[in-house]
């Protein structure tokens, strides 16, 4: 398993932003995933966004999809989830997920909760 350290959340009117990092190390490698889930409370686990290291592919979640993006930084080691025009309904625990040295599970790609490392989770309330 790979170690993650996220960073970012808070709370935010609704229509403002957020940023969640996620950095991954030992996890550069092409054909590795990253991405986040999140979990509101009494709802089921819903997967958020995916990346492949490479850039080659992303997944995002119809509920997300022109608002959230998902990105590498330089160093390649780091994901972003850019969230914009939040709403309510994003209220909730986001937490990074990885797929690392399986040569890509496509088959998991659309599902960052079943990735095989997670990390602690970052709490993101938006607020009317």
């Known amino acids: 398993q790979v170690y993650l350290v996220e960073s970012g959340g808070g709370s935010v009117k609704a229509g403002g932003s957020l940023r969640l990092s996620c950095r991954a190390p030992?996890?550069?490698?092409?054909?590795?995933?990253v991405g986040w889930f999140r979990q509101a409370p009494g709802k089921e686990r819903e997967g958020v966004a995916a990346?492949?290291?490479?850039?080659?592919?992303?997944y995002y979640a119809d509920s997300v999809k022109g608002r959230f993006t998902i990105s590498q930084d330089n160093a390649k080691d780091t994901v972003v989830l850019q969230m914009n025009s939040l709403q309510d309904e994003d209220t909730a625990m986001y937490y990074c997920?990885?797929?690392?040295?399986?040569?890509?599970?496509?088959?998991?790609?659309?599902?960052?909760?079943?990735?095989?490392?997670r990390g602690q989770g970052t709490r993101v309330t938006v607020s009317s």
């Open positions: 990346i492949v290291l490479d850039g080659s592919s992303t």
């Open positions: 997920a990885a797929d690392c040295g399986y040569g890509g599970r496509w088959y998991l790609f659309d599902r960052p909760y079943e990735y095989e490392s």
């Open positions: 030992g996890c550069s490698i092409a054909a590795n995933f």
